[in-house]
């Protein structure tokens, strides 16, 4: 069973950084976050290959670092100079043999 688990998340105020890590329990190629803020859809936040090809949403750009440890299973999401707009729930996701998994997300919020 593919199981994601994130971590990470908290109350941190604008302009900190915080850096969220999801650990799989199998090696998964195609990994990313996503956030959701409240009342808002889920949107994409970054993705990452195994060969560590990344994309990341404009919103993000220049200001968070998507990575990984291949052999722990374990992506991370490094967050700086965080905007109260990046509060959310960030949900780790993984694509394997063209199923989605999801973690149970992690909150964070970023106060003003």
């Known amino acids: 069973q593919v199981q994601l688990v994130e971590s990470g998340g908290g109350l941190v105020q604008a302009g900190g950084s915080l850096r969220l890590s999801c650990a799989a329990s199998v090696s998964i190629n195609f990994m990313g976050w996503y956030r959701q803020a409240p009342g808002k859809q889920r949107d994409l936040v970054a993705t990452?290959?195994?060969?560590?090809?990344?994309t990341y949403a404009d919103s993000v750009k220049g200001r968070f670092t998507i990575s990984r440890d291949n052999a722990k299973n374990t992506v991370y999401l490094q967050m700086n100079s965080l905007k109260p707009e990046d509060t959310g729930v960030y949900y780790c996701n993984g694509v394997l043999w063209g199923r989605n998994y999801w973690g149970k997300g992690t909150l964070v919020t970023v106060s003003s």
């Open positions: 990452i290959t195994n060969g560590e090809t990344t």
